[in-house]
């Protein structure tokens, strides 16, 4: 990457681990000061209770050529989160990328089951974790944002526009309500900063190899085709820098704003833009999905990455 993004102030909502952490480790590899948040620190851990920090994702985005800043902050308490902006435009008086990648809740959904089935306080839980957490974000943060040109927000979410306009049953009632309406979101975010020339887009990965997906399957990230003796279609599974490419690329194009009110992937902008992954490849899953699983076809990576 080059450093198209030196003297640029990035906020990654939401960047402990998985598709977060890739996102602000690019920012950075990119020249970016990134502002890296969420509630798992050294001396204390969310609910979720995984092992990463937002220490450790900051250290990462050092390392990669930027500024890392790990600020713990629940972004369900509006006080924090406003503090949290306050001291952004004191320190750097811009915001040029807001990451609303808040989501927290691996542990509230359950695949296959209809609404009445699961526990609704899991289910609200959710809603309050992976939307109100963006809509107060966005709240504090869009009058910095929009003070200079040029800034981008991202949405992040689970699903293209064309692929979650149909229910998608397998992840229940909540998660599909969720993963559908970030991208509503994004889309009446673009409405309402593009007069002060700003663009909002919702970004989705492919099956993404997060932290916890990897231990699902019993592998690294050195030995993730190993995964596939699991399930076939892991082959065509993706690093979070792969994501983290797609946003760093958006947030240096300076005709970023075609894209406003769009949802996008990161197979799809690879295409328009040129990265690849860690491995050299540009997976494009969503179109794997249409065409190869959702018809039950055998696994064949071929065209695809």
């Known amino acids: 990457m080059n450093r198209a993004l030196t ?16 996102i602000a480790v690019e920012l950075g590899a990119a020249g970016a000061t990134v502002y890296v948040t969420g509630r798992s620190t050294r001396s204390q851990r969310s609910e979720l209770d995984r092992p990463e920090t937002i220490e450790e994702t900051a250290e990462r985005v050092t390392a990669a050529g930027g500024e890392g800043i790990a600020v713990r902050v629940d972004h369900l308490d509006p006080a924090q989160v406003a503090a949290l902006v306050r001291r952004i435009g004191a320190e750097r008086g811009r915001l040029d990328v807001l990451v609303n990648d808040v989501w927290g809740s691996d542990h509230l959904f359950q695949f296959g089951r209809p609404l009445w089935e699961q526990s609704l306080e899991d ?25 200079e040109p040029g800034g981008l927000v991202i949405e992040m979410t689970d699903g293209t526009a064309e692929y979650n306009a149909k229910y998608r049953k397998e992840c229940g009632y909540f998660y599909d309500i969720v993963k559908t309406a970030v991208i509503r979101m994004a889309l009446a975010q673009s409405e309402e900063i593009a007069p002060s020339g700003a663009t909002a887009v919702a970004l989705t990965p492919g099956w993404l190899r997060s932290e916890a ?24 599974s993706e690093s979070p820098a792969f994501v983290g490419r797609a946003v760093a690329a958006l947030a240096a194009d300076p005709d970023k704003a075609r894209w406003n009110g769009r ?6 902008l690879a295409q328009v833009y040129g990265f690849t992954d860690t491995d050299g490849s540009r997976p494009d899953m969503w179109r794997y999905l249409v065409e190869v699983v959702d018809p039950g076809r055998p696994a064949d ?4 990455r």
């Open 301 to 304: 990576t071929t065209g695809y």
């Open 123 to 147: 289910g609200l839980r959710m809603f309050r974790l992976a939307l109100d957490t963006h809509a107060i974000t966005s709240y504090h943060a869009l009058p910095l944002l929009i003070g």
């Open 213 to 236: 997906m990897l231990e699902h399957f019993g592998v690294t990230e050195e030995t993730w085709r190993d995964g596939a003796a699991k399930d076939p279609h892991f082959a065509m």
């Open 7 to 22: 003297g640029k102030t990035a906020l990654v909502a939401g960047g402990t681990r998985g598709a977060g952490r890739g």
């Open 263 to 268: 949802a996008l992937s990161s197979g799809g």
